[in-house]
């Protein structure tokens, strides 16, 4: 059963810790998102991917913020350094191609404080 | 740049009622139209999709047809159940334009269903 993964699940820290999530997208797929979720904002796309290459990062805070894809079975979230108001779940999802659908990851919880 | 518009939240109904969510879209070109629905702390499932104008997704009792008159894709259900309870999220996705495939997402829906 093919489906996004994503570590951790959850993440406590201290605000100005680095945080790295990470998410292991479907085989063969070649389009990568992150999205944040919080219950003030609702779902904002952070950053997506195409064939390892961003296609638009332009939600993403670019101070504090990366997003890499290294290979294509690993994408990396990081935020440096990390603040209270990051406090979110992060989602990955991956696709086969536009237009399609996303699968999504079960998200990681991350609290900072 | 693209949007998606939902109906404003929280719904609660009685199981058995019947279940609408708008949902509307503004987009350039032809877009794919998706409905995903998020239980708690679980990420989000596609639920049904509708590829180009007219055409109804169907899964689970739920139904959506993409009117590209009214750019409508409006959720339907004849008869919900308690374990519908969820948050329902429209969504997007546009190949077009500067777009470039990004799966734009409305500010989702509540539903709480009660026995």
């Known amino acids: 059963d093919a489906r996004v993964t994503q570590t951790p699940r959850h993440k406590v820290t201290e605000m100005g810790q680095e945080v790295t999530m990470r998410c292991q997208p479907i085989l063969g797929h070649n389009t990568v998102f992150w999205y944040r979720q919080t219950m003030m904002q609702g779902l904002e796309l952070l950053a997506y991917f195409r064939n390892r290459a961003p296609l638009d990062d332009s939600g993403m805070p670019k101070d504090r913020f990366s997003a890499e894809m290294p290979d294509a079975t690993l994408a990396t979230l990081k935020i440096q350094p990390s603040e209270p108001r990051d406090s979110a779940v992060y989602f990955c999802?991956?696709?086969?191609?536009?237009?399609?659908?996303?699968?999504f990851g079960q998200g990681t919880r991350l609290t900072v404080v | 740049g693209d949007s998606v518009t939902q109906m404003e939240g929280p719904v609660t109904l009685s199981e058995e009622a019947f279940l609408t969510i708008n949902c509307t879209y503004t987009?350039?070109?032809?877009?794919?139209l998706f409905w995903y629905v998020q239980y708690p702390g679980e990420g989000l499932q596609l639920l049904l999709k509708a590829t180009k104008a007219d055409d109804k997704g169907s899964n689970k009792g739920f139904e959506a047809t993409y009117r590209k008159e009214t750019t409508s894709f409006h959720l339907e259900k004849g008869s919900v159940q308690v374990s519908d309870s969820a948050v329902y999220f429209c969504a997007l996705s546009n190949a077009g334009g500067t777009s470039y495939g990004k799966l734009t997402f409305g500010q989702g829906t509540i539903l709480t269903v009660h026995p």
């Open positions: 999802a991956s696709g086969l191609t536009f237009n399609t659908e996303a699968f």
């Open positions: 987009a350039t070109g032809y877009p794919s």
